[in-house]
Structure formats: C-alpha cells, structure tokens
Antibody, heavy 117, light 110 residues
Framework: EEQLVESGGDLVQPGGSLRLSCVVS????????MSWVRQSPGRGLEWVAN????????HYVDSVKGRFTISRDNGMNALYLHMNSLRVDDTALYYC??????????WGRGTLVTVSS | QSVLTQPPSASGFPGQRVTISCSGS????????ISWYQQLPGTAPKLLIY???QRPSGVPDRFSGSKSGVSASLAISGLRSEDEADYYC???????????FGTGTEVTAL
C-alpha cells in the first residue's frame, strides 16, 4: 500500500522558516516526479512545487519563487520543502503527492503550517 | 493562480447524471492532459481521472472524463449521496511552467 506521511508543520511568525518532510513507502519513490500542493483553510487546492526523479528539474508557483526550495533524498524515500520568509498567506495544509499516473496519484494527510504573529 | 474555471456548485437527485466543467486555455488544457480529484470533507484529495479520461483501478465507472479543445468535463452518472464532495480539475500550464488547479466545484445530492 502506498503511504505518504508529511511532518514539520508548525506555528511560525511572519518572516520565519520551516522545513516540511514527506516520507514515502509502498512504491519506488525514485521513479516518479513529486509535488507539494497546499490548501488554505476553506479554500481550494494550489500547486506549490514539483521535482523530477533525480532532482535536476524543479518548478515553483510564482508566489513562492525565491522563498521555497523543494528537494528529495531518494536513498531515504523522502521529499522536502524548505520554506523561508514565510508570509501570512502561506498559511495552509501542505500535502505531499506523487505522480505515478500524473500529479496527485497518491496523497498524504497533510501537515499544517500557520504563519501568524 | 487558479486559471482553470469551474462552476462553484452542482447538484442533482440521487440516480441523476451530474456534469462539471473545467475551462482553460491553449497553454494548459488545450495542450496538456487533465486530471480530476474528489475531496470528501476533512480528507485529502483522491484521484478520479487521469490523462483526460482514464480511471485508476478502484474508481467506479460512474465517473468519466472528457476533453475538447480548451475545456474538459467530469460526469457522475447515477449520483449517490456518498458522491457529495468537492471536485477539482488540474492541468500543466506551458506558459506558467507549473500546474494549475481549477477553482473547485461542490457537488450536492438533493
């Protein structure tokens, strides 16, 4: 069974930093693109970033470019999202998702990031 | 950056067919695959349709997808109460070099 487990969400002040992690099991992690998708409270889904199988290609939504960095460790079956200069509008539930059949094939339960003073 | 437009709500009586539209442009739907997700309250999204019209194993054939030009549709045949959820479309956008989600549609069984 495919499992994705996110962690690292927390309450942080504006301007602060966090690192989200996602540990994967049940499929060959190194074979697939991976993405982070977020959902603000009561709002829709927003794609944040994705990363190629070997980490050589990455893409970001404009609102996080220069502040967030996606990375992966295929030996540890882990996906990361390094978040700097956090803003109030980054408050959301952050999901890790895999791309076996395209984006969003499998999802974790999410980890909550709250940016507030 | 929701550049894919969906109706905010859709409804039907149990057993009826409900259709949800997703409208985009040549840089996304017109030139790339579309996927659809179902999000039940308080849960993570679930993949319903990929590559425009393909169903993952385990997804009932009551759910079907189609694409024409810069628009796509998700149809739910034989609506059930357990289908009450939010539904989202998504596509890669060549101009933005990123994925764009639809605005989401809340489906209600009357």
């Amino acid at each position: 069974e495919e499992q994705l487990v996110e962690s690292g969400g927390d309450l942080v002040q504006p301007g602060g930093s966090l690192r989200l992690s996602c540990v994967v099991s049940g499929f060959i992690f190194s074979n697939y693109w991976m993405s982070w998708v977020r959902q603000s409270p009561g709002r829709g889904l927003e794609w944040v970033a994705n990363i190629k199988q070997d980490g050589t290609e990455k893409h970001y939504v404009d609102s996080v470019k220069g502040r967030f960095t996606i990375s992966r460790d295929n030996g540890m079956n882990a996906l990361y999202l390094h978040m700097n200069s956090l803003r109030v509008d980054d408050t959301a539930l952050y999901y890790c998702t895999s791309h076996q059949l395209g984006i969003g094939t499998s999802w974790g339960r999410g980890t909550l990031v709250t940016v507030s003073s | 950056q929701s550049v894919l437009t969906q109706p905010p709500s859709a409804s039907g009586f149990p057993g009826q067919r409900v259709t949800i539209s997703c409208s985009g442009s040549n840089s996304n739907i017109g030139n790339n695959y579309i996927s659809w997700y179902q999000q039940l309250p308080g849960t993570a999204p679930k993949l319903l349709i990929y590559r425009n019209d393909q169903r993952p194993s385990g997804v009932p054939d009551r759910f079907s997808g189609s694409k024409s030009g810069v628009s796509a549709s998700l149809a739910i045949s034989g609506l059930r109460s357990e289908d009450e959820a939010d539904y989202y479309c998504v596509s890669w956008d060549d101009r933005l070099s990123g994925y764009v989600f639809g605005t989401g549609t809340e489906v209600t069984a009357l």
